[in-house]
């Protein structure tokens, strides 16, 4: 059973159209939850963590929240550049030092 | 500064070789860790290191070994691996243990078995 389900798998925009990526998640006790940026071939790009339902961080055009089964990633006005891959991940309840990612969502932002 | 290294950014290698990747990071977290990510897939954990101390083996085959010389330094020493193991390789290391910190990321290395 998935811990960590990102929807939509793949999300085309045309620039300047904000949209909202999501996050659930089901397990119990949050430690945590991330969201990376990844582009095609290079590492994952750390870009928020959350710990509380109500929590909200913003970077740029893109902002988190946190409810207590889900995170939404905002994107307001995206530009071409904000193209990549996002995904999210959450602490492991069971296992000190491990964290689960979802599969991600591919966002491809159209000039 | 949130930087870690890692070397080679490519490897081609046959399956009878033996390689090591490298990973490097001086922001004084005491956790690293090795993931494989195939294309279009999450990074998926193959091993963590806490304290310079191996903590999870995601029950890797041994072809694959890893090594913590001291708290800056990852190793993933390569041996007889087969073409399904072709993929990227990610380091990672975040600040502590066991109150899942953020992880920060290598650029990964390209690793490609013939």
């Known amino acids: 059973e998935d811990q960590v389900t990102q929807s939509p798998e793949a999300l085309r925009l045309q620039e300047g159209e904000s949209s909202s990526l999501n996050c659930s998640y089901t397990v119990s006790g949050l430690r945590g939850l991330f969201w990376y940026r990844q582009d095609p071939g290079k590492g994952p790009e750390f870009l928020f963590t959350l710990y509380s339902a109500g929590e909200e961080k913003e970077k740029e055009r893109l902002k988190a929240t946190l409810t207590k089964k889900e995170s939404f990633l905002h994107i307001t006005a995206p530009k071409p550049e904000d193209s990549a891959t996002y995904l999210c991940?959450?602490?492991?309840?069971?296992?000190?030092?491990?964290?689960?990612f979802g599969k991600g969502t591919r966002l491809h932002i159209l000039p | 500064d949130t930087e870690v290294t890692q070397t080679p950014k490519h490897l081609v290698m046959g399956m009878t070789n033996k390689k090591s990747l490298k990973c490097e990071q001086h922001?004084?977290?005491?956790?690293m860790y090795w993931y494989k990510q195939k294309a279009k897939k999450p990074p998926e954990l193959m091993f963590v290191y806490s304290y310079e101390k191996l903590s999870i083996n995601e029950s890797v085959p041994s072809r694959f070994s890893p090594e913590c010389p001291n708290s800056s330094l990852l190793n993933l020493h390569l041996h007889a691996l087969q073409p399904e193991d072709s993929a990227l390789y990610l380091c990672?290391?975040?600040?502590?243990?066991?109150?899942?910190?953020?992880?920060?990321f290598g650029q990964g290395t390209r690793l490609t078995v013939v």
């Open positions: 990672a290391s975040s600040l502590g243990t066991g109150d899942n910190t953020e992880a920060f």
């Open positions: 922001m004084g977290h005491r956790a």
């Open positions: 991940a959450v602490g492991d309840p069971n296992r000190d030092d491990k964290i689960i």
